[in-house]
């Protein structure tokens, strides 16, 4: 069983107790003859493993959603196959509203390094909200000899071979790592890992100088010290780490955002849709669920359906590109 720590039970704490602040939306209509939605549990499938970043993502949300909603909202963790095994699994539910799922960036990634999917991910879905946003940063052991990223491009270039570390074939942190290696025309190369925890054990203990992985597995060890951040994946400075620079600061055009993103099954009523996005915009604008999110290395974001949409338009294309010139593909 997978125990918290006292310091997130104590922000799910806060959160439960400002939800009961967050204003319920107006009700919205199903297609079935106008009643109001929702009139029983919702149930919102995670697409990963219980503890990890996107169930935390997930329960940091659920108490503010009962409330603006009006209904208990049962978190499901079906996880497997790089988020796939959930997915599928709302991409068969029901339209309803009563089946949704929140998932990681993953979620565009997938279509082009999986040879084949069980779903499609631009027509089986239908975006309801962007959740929140976490940046990739690239660490470094301590006794790496560069202090910046400057530094690091400049050293690694003086080098046959330097390894770096990811969560795995596929993921995020390979993802940005492998962007970095094309952009610069770095020698690096890729160590995965099965997860980010283990990735992060090797590289505070010295088994490998870099890694690329997501901030909440790391924001501890860089904050004691034990890790130096050179750079974070996404276009912008985090306010986590507001002095790490952002990689494209030294490398222009260099974006990796690793989002929380909720959907629903394709052909869900809009009314349904903006009545739980809504929801998700309302816990984003609340204190409480900024600061849980921050304090996971994440930033709360609540954003509207159309632009969910675009994100998923527009990184389809743009990880297939990369994964074919990276030659990434999981078999």
Known sequence: MHVRSPFLLAQLARVAAAATFIAATAPAHAANGGQAYPTKPISLIVSYPAGGSVDVAARILQEPLRQALGQPIVIENKGGAGGTIGTRYVASAAPDGYTLLITLSSHTINPAIYASLPFDTEKDFASVSMVASAPQVLVAHPSFPAKTLQEAIAYIKTRKEVPYGSAGTGSPSHIAGELLKLKTGLPLTHVPYRGGG????DVVGGQIPLLWVSLPS???H????RLRA????????????????SVAETVPGFNVDSW????????????VIARVQSAV???????AVQEAFIAQGAVAVGGTPAELDQVVKTEIPMWKSLAKEADISVK
């Open 260 to 271: 929380y993103a909720m959907f629903a099954p394709a052909g869900t009523p809009p009314a």
């Open 198 to 201: 283990p990735a992060t054990v």
């Open 281 to 287: 915009a309302a816990a984003a604008r609340d204190k």
């Open 218 to 220: 790391v924001a501890g």
């Open 230 to 245: 050179l750079a974070v994946s996404t276009e912008k400075r985090t306010p986590v780490l507001p002095d790490v620079p």
């Open 222 to 225: 860089i904050k004691e010290g």
